[in-house]
């Protein structure tokens, strides 16, 4: 049985997130790894700088935080290793070898699905010199910024989440699903404010996208409010902006956060990340 070992870290933002200096996940050994696991869990999101890692060692990687998570999209997942999801612009022979653009506005991973991913792993292999960060906000801190007759107000409601509805919606890529599609991914419910499994912390848990309504109240009434919800919680005491070098892995609890990619050149730059999801299991 392995132990969770003291890792040297610093904060990302104050009160979210870490830093975890001077490992090296290609070499470390269990009890390392473990700790770092244990980290993630209690921090929201950790960051671990100037890695090297093979697309098989990204998969052994993230199956230390859970079972890797298939992908909704399949045309871009990278050619032998289907749990790995390419983020780029590149083209090859004239076809794009990843998604452009996608996961720009803020959100949740897998929040149509009945259990959504527990963690999302990016790994930036190519970086563009300007823009292309990535933001983070703090669902636990947003919630605890809330005034308890706001808290009583909010608990116990719950969000209906599309992915027919955002495919068709989304400002890149629009897309009409599949039947197929369609019949894997059906409309789903889940609580606004989520209760994190690992110590009972609670988390604002709105998300764009996907939304349709708040359960039991009419629209525009309810979306207005959920958008109230996501303007408070990616306002900026609440957001960690990640700015990314070649190597970089950054992976964030997706029971407490949401986030959001930014826009750069991508008629002067490449970005190539590979982006890889932990199993998850039903908000509560």
């Not at 001077?22 to 929201?44: S, W």
């Not at 919606?169 to 599609?181: A, I, K």
């Not at 709105?206 to 359960?215: A, D, L």
Request: hydrophobic share 35%; net charge negative; with cysteine.
């Amino acid at each position: 049985m392995t132990t969770a070992v003291q890792l040297k870290t610093r904060e990302l933002k104050p009160g979210f997130g870490a830093e975890i200096l001077d490992v090296d996940l290609a070499q470390a050994d269990a009890d390392t790894l473990a700790g770092v696991v244990d980290t993630f869990h209690r921090h929201g999101a950790i960051l671990l700088r100037g890695q090297d890692m093979t697309p098989a060692q990204l998969v052994e990687f993230v199956a230390l935080f859970g079972e890797p998570e298939d992908h909704t999209q399949k045309q871009f997942t990278l050619p032998g290793h289907p749990k790995v999801f390419v983020l780029s612009n590149r083209e090859v022979d004239g076809k794009p070898i990843g998604a452009h653009n996608d996961g720009v506005g803020w959100h949740t991973d897998y929040s149509y699905k009945a259990q959504p991913v527990m963690c999302t792993m990016l790994y930036a292999v190519e970086v563009p010199a300007e823009g292309s960060d990535t933001l983070l906000a703090d669902g636990c801190a947003a919630w605890n910024a809330l005034s308890p007759e706001r808290q009583k107000e909010l608990d116990g409601l719950r969000l209906h989440h599309s992915y027919q509805h955002f495919m068709a919606t989304r400002e890149f890529g629009r897309q009409e699903l599949s039947d197929e599609l369609k019949r894997d991914n059906p409309d789903v419910e889940h609580p606004l404010i989520r209760t994190h499994p690992a110590d009972g912390r609670k988390a604002l848990w709105p998300s764009t996208g996907t939304v349709t309504e708040v359960v039991g109240m009419e629209n525009p009434k309810g979306l207005e409010l959920v958008d109230e919800l996501v303007a408070f919680m990616t306002s900026e005491p609440f957001v960690f902006r990640h700015k990314w070098q070649v190597g970089d892995i950054l992976m964030w609890d997706n029971r407490c956060t949401l986030h959001t990619g930014t826009l750069y050149d991508d008629t002067k730059y490449f970005r190539t990340m590979h982006r890889l999801w932990a199993k998850g299991d039903a908000p509560y």
